[in-house]
């Protein structure tokens, strides 16, 4: 049966499961029979799982880490004041801080840069929250609690590194206003071992993630 043959609603259910990553027309089209074979209401749980998801999450106002609630509300990271926040590490999306969180050896605050630069995507510095980082080292230093130390936790691969790279430039190069610095150069290190080069963070054990910040170094 071609795909043409098929009711509207369910070429559209098609098309939505071939919009998500990895997969294909063929898996597409078993996903949707899938749902349509499930009763009713297990079907319905999960439409409404993505309506809640699209409507009841934003970014954190903070840190741009996943929220839950209206726009300028904090995820439980930036809103629980037991972490410390002298200690900022920058990660390139929420699923990193999510498997950051699991490993249990970090217990400072996070930045979710939302990408990392990606020429052949078209990502580069502005489309990234490197600018949003400055804006949080500058206040944080402007209220007498400068960072001391930004880990870069992006993935050990080419795009990771020269994205590390660059935010660490970034930092070392705070805009000068009358009263000098924007920001005092915080202590730059990066995730060590327990990683291995070209390795994703959110596929990383618990114990290789644990390692990797307690063994982290300086940046050159």
Known sequence: ???????????????GFAGLPGIGRRSAERLAFHVLAQ??????????AIHDAKTLLSACAACFNVAEGEAGCLCPV?????????LLCVVELPRDVIALEKAGAYRGRYHVLQGR??????????????????????????????VAEVVLATNPTAEGDATAAYVAGF??????GAGGPAWPEPKITRLARGL??????ENAAPSALQLALEGRRGMD
């Not at 930036?78 to 002298?86: F, K, M, T, W």
């Open 117 to 146: 630069l990606s020429p052949a995507e078209g990502l580069g510095p502005a489309q990234l929250r490197v600018a949003e980082l400055g804006n949080r080292l500058g206040a944080a230093a402007a209220g007498g609690r400068a």
């Open 39 to 48: 009763p009713r209401a297990e079907a319905l749980r999960l439409a409404q």
């Open 1 to 15: 049966m071609g795909e043409a043959a098929y009711p509207p609603s369910v070429q559209r259910l098609i098309a």
């Open 171 to 176: 930092l070392r190069r705070p805009p000068r």
């Open 196 to 201: 291995s080069a070209g390795a994703e963070i």
């Open 78 to 86: 930036c809103a629980d004041p037991r972490r410390d926040g002298r």
